[in-house]
């Protein structure tokens, strides 16, 4: 971690280029490399390839040969940094924003797996992977609050409990939706509406959006100030686990509209509910300490979804256009 | 008007108080822990809502002297205009939800309404679940009130 650059400058930046040996750098790198990739080069990734989606065979095998260890993690310098280094400000800003992501690894492992049911075998490969990963992620968040953050409790929902007071109460918004919509998909598995609409409030949404803006803020604070290894390694890792999930759900969502282009209007019904619910916050976050301002993050928040939109092809109307901008960040994820 | 007296769980009588409790709605404790926007986007909601939940308990002991399985909660004019209990017949609602005995007492008990949400301890069972959504913090929050109406589950307990 040499690079010293304000957490936001990539959002002045715009879209960058990734050369071949960047992203080689990015698929190939093991847990220690991990350490010194750019998050503002991996979510670039999770991008790269969103206009031509990779096949799910080919996210399973990518998957195979970037799957961690979640036990490898040593978070001894994390401990020293947040209780030495990092100021009580810059703690209660990070937990403000990072135990929306706590909650959220566990809720989108265990919402997925009724997606599998209706999937194709190639896709039911891909999930049972990203099942996985989601279960690894929330072992991570579960030793990063044990073991640096110094909550205790005898098993994961102990932890759990702990961190949730530092839950927002519009968390129950997209979160709320994806079990209630994940319900709708067990009760019929086979329901294609029913699973574009959840597939939008998971794959677009939750992690497409939410997700990429939550390992933003935190991971370009960790890596400006050179604080928290671990946590930047495996939350980079993670990152890196996500833009599988992303480009599978988009794949998924790209397919499901070309193949009947009327599942345009589940996307748009799902996204009309939940930009009614983005539009609104129940507490007042402070991003400074980490270094960005609540405008920065909206525009964060903004530029991650229309990239996903755009680069899919899902153009939105105007009702929808106008929502888009009134949206306040909710900082969770999974 | 909030009752002090502990009326049987899934009673007419706590069926009278959970009404009394909404219209009221949540307190200026609980509302000066949130941000104003919040509660103007619930103001806004209850404001214009017309539509009622069938609040289901799935396995209420039996023997209780009305025989429920639902709290029915019209809502209209912002406040509530109908609040009654309800037996498996009479479910129609523009939502009917359910949950179980035991997460009901774990509600009145100061369960969070958003993790009953969440994790799916109370379920829309029959109606559009993304219109629904769209007054969800409405509804956490109306959960949170009936939560804190208190009830006697004791004469259930014997059954």
Redesign the interface.
């Known amino acids: 971690m040499t690079e010293r650059k304000s957490p936001t400058a990539v959002l002045r930046e715009g879209p960058r280029a990734l050369s071949d040996e960047q992203v080689r750098e990015i698929e190939e790198a093991d847990l220690k490399g991990v350490l010194d990739v750019d998050i503002d080069d991996v979510i670039e990734y999770v991008h790269k390839d969103l206009k031509s989606l990779p096949d799910f065979t080919t996210l399973y095998r990518k998957y195979l040969k970037q799957r961690w260890d979640v036990y490898d993690l040593d978070f001894t310098q994390d401990k020293i940094d947040w209780t030495e280094r990092m100021t009580e400000a810059e703690r209660h800003s990070f937990l403000a924003i990072a135990s929306g992501f706590h909650h959220g690894e566990r809720q989108v492992e265990i919402e997925l797996p009724v997606f599998m049911i209706g999937a194709s075998e190639e896709e039911k490969l891909h999930i049972a992977a990203q099942i996985e990963d989601e279960a690894r992620h929330t072992v991570f968040f579960d030793r990063f609050y044990r073991e640096v953050v110094g909550l205790q409790g005898a098993d994961i929902m102990d932890i759990l409990d702990a961190s949730f007071p530092w839950v927002a109460e519009t968390f129950v918004g997209p979160f709320g939706l994806l079990a209630y919509q994940a319900d709708e998909v067990r009760k019929n598995p086979y329901d294609e509406r029913a699973r574009v609409r959840y597939g939008t409030t998971y794959f677009l949404w939750i992690e497409g959006v939410l997700a990429l803006s939550v390992m933003k803020v935190t991971l370009s604070y960790a890596r400006w100030r050179g604080f928290l290894p671990a946590y930047y390694t495996g939350f980079t890792a993670t990152c890196r686990d996500e833009s599988r999930h992303v480009q599978g759900g988009m794949k998924y969502l790209q397919d499901a509209v070309r193949k009947d282009p009327s599942m345009v209007n589940e996307i748009h019904e799902t996204l009309r509910t939940i930009l009614t619910l983005a539009g609104v916050a129940s507490r007042e976050v402070v991003y400074e300490p980490l270094g960005w301002s609540q405008d920065e993050v909206k525009m964060l928040f903004n530029q991650q979804l229309r990239r996903k939109l755009n680069d899919v092809g899902i153009s939105l109307p105007p009702d929808l256009l106008a929502m888009v901008g009134a949206v306040q960040p909710v900082l969770a994820g999974g | 008007m909030r009752t002090v007296t502990e009326q049987g769980f899934f009673s007419p009588q706590w069926a009278a108080a959970v009404r009394d409790a909404l219209a009221a709605g949540p307190s200026e404790q609980e509302r000066d822990g949130?941000?104003p926007?919040?509660w103007d986007?619930f103001d806004k909601v209850k404001a214009g809502y017309a539509s009622s939940w069938a609040l289901g308990c799935r396995d209420l002991p039996a023997g209780t002297d009305a025989g429920p399985a639902f709290l029915h909660v019209q809502w209209g004019g912002g406040t509530v205009t109908d609040c009654y209990i309800a037996g498996p017949a009479e479910r129609q609602a523009t939502y009917v939800l359910a949950m179980d005995y035991a997460d009901w007492q774990a509600l009145h008990g100061g369960y969070?309404p958003?993790?009953t949400?969440?994790?799916?301890k109370i379920?829309?069972e029959d109606g559009n679940?993304?219109?629904?959504?769209?007054g969800?913090?409405f509804f956490?929050e109306c959960l949170g009130v009936i939560g804190k109406v208190p009830a006697d589950f004791t004469a259930l307990a014997a059954h």
């Not at chain 2, 949400?117 to 799916?120: D, F, I, K």
């Not at chain 2, 679940?129 to 769209?134: I, N, P, Q, S, Y």
């Open positions: 949130k941000l926007m919040y986007f969070d958003q993790r949400v969440m994790y799916r379920l829309v679940v993304l219109e629904f959504f769209k969800i913090y956490t």
